[in-house]
């Protein structure tokens, strides 16, 4: 009987295999010709014009929401998407869930903390300003943002792709891989903008809501990387196994691409609570502050009248009281 040999598949986009996972490697080889990549630099360019306008006018813009958002939205997202780590995306299914929490849990947390639309809003002409104002109050974007659509959105995302046809589908389609990447971006910052970000969104809910829906988002990611672990059925169906690699096994790598799911969800959010939990402090402040300025002007009011007042009964004529004999 002769043996059939199974074709090895084409790797999104028609690359090669890739040898053995080296870290060495991971960050000297940078590819920027991938839409993703080209966003990016897009995406910097503008953030940093916005602040050298700023700047140049002197206006202040805190070197923090710069540094949130270069480093640790933008360079976050650049450094699962277009260093050596985006060359084992589909052959390790543990490197696409490190980029599937890359690129819908931190880079999203960090882009919302670099509140780029309040740095358009003060850097963009008049004109530019309100049209911008209209879209972010828009019946489309209240609804997209409205945390338990978004939060919805959050939760779903990961289990259709995992668990439909969808998944094995970005494998072999360069352009589908491609836009899965983003959609992961794009609905990370739906979840992230509203609860953290400091632009002026709609929907904005009190911090005690936002933090339970926080919480809540937890037990879904510990369900879905425990599912995950304990599938018996393989991710991309047998995409990983006619690969043929020797130096990995698909069944284990799989089994450490739920626990990073599982583990790494727990930690994204605890931190992110954390975060929410520093920004309620904050706002508490800043508004016992305001409420003592506020009392501090109106006591200093009553002073200025009690004062007023006492000097007009000082410096009032003394009227002779008529005779009455």
Known sequence: MQHVETPTPA???????????????????????SLLALLLL???????????????????????????????????IAAVSVTGIEAYDTTL?????????????????????????????????????????????????????FPLVAFALFIANPFVLYFTGLYRAT??????????????IVTGCLFFWPLLGLDPLPNRWPYPARALLMVLSVPFHTVLGLTIMQSRTLLGGDWYPNLGLTWSNPWN???TAGGILWAGGEIVSVTMLGILVMQWIRQSEREAKRIDRALDRAEAAERAAAGATKITNQTAPVRPQPDTE
Do not use: C, N
């Not at 995406?43 to 813009?61: E, F, K, M, P």
């Not at 690129?103 to 963009?124: D, Q």
């Not at 309100?130 to 879209?135: D, F, G, I, T």
């Not at 360069?174 to 992961?184: G, N």
């Open 253 to 255: 790598d799989q089994v």
């Open 42 to 76: 897009v995406a910097a360019a503008v953030y940093l014009y916005g602040v050298h306008r700023l700047r140049r006018r002197g206006d202040h813009w805190p070197p923090g929401r710069t540094v949130a958002f270069i480093g640790g939205g933008l360079g976050s």
């Open 11 to 33: 790797l999104a986009g028609g690359d090669t295999l890739p040898p053995p996972f080296s870290v060495g490697e991971i960050f000297t080889q940078i590819r920027l010709t």
């Open 171 to 184: 494998l072999e389609h360069a352009w589908l891989h491609e836009f899965i990447h983003v959609h992961f």
């Open 93 to 145: 299914i543990s490197v696409h869930m490190v980029q599937h929490m890359m690129l819908s849990m931190v880079g999203p947390i960090f882009l919302a903390l670099g509140a780029p639309v309040t740095l358009a809003l003060r850097t963009v002409p008049t004109a530019s300003r309100k049209a911008l104002l209209r879209v972010l109050h828009s019946r489309f974007v209240r609804v997209l943002t």
